[in-house]
């Protein structure tokens, strides 16, 4: 709409109403030109996240050799929470089972979803946590699972300790709260702090102001204007709640407000 506005602007003070009409025909196509190309690249986007999201999720999931079913089940689920249509349903699963065979180029895999999601960071991390996710579905990352993780991680320009610090995350979820009034035990609070980024010697001081950074890096609506696709906002949820019990463990070991 603005370029249909500027170009009959510009082309009344050129050419009078004539200038207008035409201003505006070049003004609408122009409008159109620029809406088709942003809409073919998100596309493109998505595609390409499906692509490799999955395929990085089947080689992962075999990495220990074993495929099991509940790793096929989180499979499933991610492709609810992304809210995949029965087509793109059919594409996943074909990227899955890709990613399975034993000739699955890995690296390059992730450096074309590094390559869509151009170093934006908050893209990357997810993309990372639907990998956590998928491999911790039984319960267990294995250390192939976790050595792959890694490589995945350094490829798309994270570290091993983002990967940890996920792993923790979803331990810490996973583990359901204890009964009331009692202390969690000490790995399931270990684990709580590591989901942070902090360390237990950590004063309340330094433990609010990790929470608070986590929240806000990662906030569902802060994410949606740095480029996320509506389609990853469960799972961008999925961490803040995530985060949320792990700091809520600290506080009741803390006894903090």
Not at 24 to 36: P, Q
Request: overall charge positive; charged content about 25%.
């Amino acid at each position: 709409m603005p370029f249909i506005f500027f170009g009959a602007f510009l082309g009344l003070l050129t050419g009078g109403f004539r200038g207008l009409i035409i201003g505006a025909a070049v003004g609408y196509l122009l409008s159109w030109a620029l809406r088709t190309v942003v809409l073919g690249k998100l596309k493109v986007a998505q595609s390409q996240l499906i692509e490799s999201a999955f395929s990085v999720m089947g080689a992962l999931a075999k990495a220990d050799r074993i495929v099991t079913r509940d790793e096929i089940r989180m499979a499933e689920t991610i492709m609810s929470r992304l809210h995949l249509g029965a087509p793109q349903r059919e594409v996943a699963k074909a990227a899955f089972n890709r990613g399975k065979a034993p000739d699955f180029d890995l690296d390059a895999a992730v450096d074309e979803f590094a390559g869509v999601a151009r170093s934006r960071a908050p893209l990357l991390h997810l993309f990372l946590q639907v990998q956590v996710m998928a491999v911790a579905a039984d319960g267990n990352v294995h250390p192939a699972e976790h050595q792959m993780l890694v490589r995945v991680a350094r490829r798309l320009g994270l570290t091993e300790g983002d990967v940890a610090q996920l792993e923790a995350l979803l331990r810490t979820a996973s583990a359901g709260p204890g009964a009331a009034g009692t202390p969690p035990p000490k790995r399931k609070l270990d684990d709580a702090y590591a989901a942070l980024g902090v360390s237990p010697d950590a004063s309340d001081a330094e433990v609010k102001r990790a929470y608070r950074r986590l929240m806000s890096q990662n906030h569902p609506d802060k994410l949606a204007s740095r480029g996320l696709p509506e389609s990853m906002r469960q799972i961008a949820e999925e961490r803040t709640r995530e985060i949320n019990t792990a700091y809520d463990l600290i506080k009741d070991s803390r006894n903090l407000a």
